[in-house]
């Protein structure tokens, strides 16, 4: 009998993912932080409210065309120094282990750090610093060269005036949301959502959660030196994102190898 059983569950711990959670990653500027990169709320940052209306306005851009390159150049410039740390390591590694389809990674950041630890699917949200957008005939592409030039065209109406950085900016339509939908209609009650270096001031949990997941539900967890909407969350780490996820891993990890059967039995705790 005890080698049936254990057969038994070999062949079903082998053959069969689906019954295991989903993991949903939702990330801010705090992710990569510790990278050096400056949070929307570091008061030491580079970015301020002027900045912001000039640089990084869809109703305005055209007006400070020049300035808008100019800000996005030195965007680029300053992200290409920075390095991956240990918070994009554990979630790259993560979807390394469990593959795209169990571990979603949706990032509101423009910075490729995630895909430089070998993450094979991200979703931008606010877009990022490798393509163009053409606000003529919405098309997204490449950008080519060391920086955003000026001069780039849109490959399919010709023109460039009408070329813009791919990042999203205040007041622009963002098409990736979609991806956000996707993750609420997807997201069960076994799922694992980890919400992680975001002060919700763009995205709030509202957009992110469904009605049913919109409490102190245990497989909600947050990772903020300074939570906000902690009523959302059945776990709440106060760390920066690296020393947050270091602490919480080992119990993500065997949250994600767990069956129905046994996460029912403990009542979906960690
Ligand atoms: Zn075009």
Redesign the pocket.
């Known amino acids: 009998m005890t080698a049936t059983v254990g057969r038994d569950f070999r062949e079903r711990s082998v053959a069969d993912t689906s019954q295991l959670p989903t993991l949903y990653v939702w990330s801010g500027a705090g992710l990569s932080a510790d990278s050096g990169i400056p949070t929307f709320r570091d008061v030491n940052g580079l970015w301020t409210q002027e900045d912001f209306d000039r640089v990084c306005n869809f109703e305005t851009w055209r007006m400070y065309r020049d300035e808008v390159f100019d800000f996005y150049d030195r965007r680029l410039h300053m992200i290409e120094r920075v390095k991956p740390n240990s918070a994009h390591k554990i979630l790259a590694a993560w979807q390394g282990r469990w593959g795209p389809d169990r571990v979603t990674l949706i990032t509101q950041n423009i910075d490729g750090l995630l895909e430089a630890e070998g993450a094979q699917a991200v979703t931008h949200v606010h877009g990022d610093l490798e393509h163009m957008f ?6 997204r592409f490449p950008r080519q060269g060391s920086g955003f030039d000026r001069t780039q ?7 460039f005036e ?2 813009k950085p791919g990042t999203i900016f205040f007041n622009e339509p963002a098409p990736e949301y979609e991806a956000i939908m996707a993750m609420k209609t997807r997201m069960t009650q076994d799922d694992i959502f980890v919400a992680v270096g975001t002060s919700f001031t763009v995205v709030s949990p509202y957009h992110l959660l469904n009605k049913d997941r919109l409490s102190k539900h245990r497989r909600n967890v947050l990772i903020d030196p300074r939570p906000t909407y902690t009523e959302f969350f059945g776990l709440v780490v106060e760390e920066s994102a690296g020393t947050g996820l270091g602490q919480i891993a080992a119990r993500i990890e065997r949250a994600m190898q767990e069956e129905p059967t046994k996460v029912d039995q403990i009542a979906r705790v960690f």
């Open positions: 053409c606000v003529e005939c919405d098309l065209s849109c490959p399919r109406c010709g023109e009408s070329v």
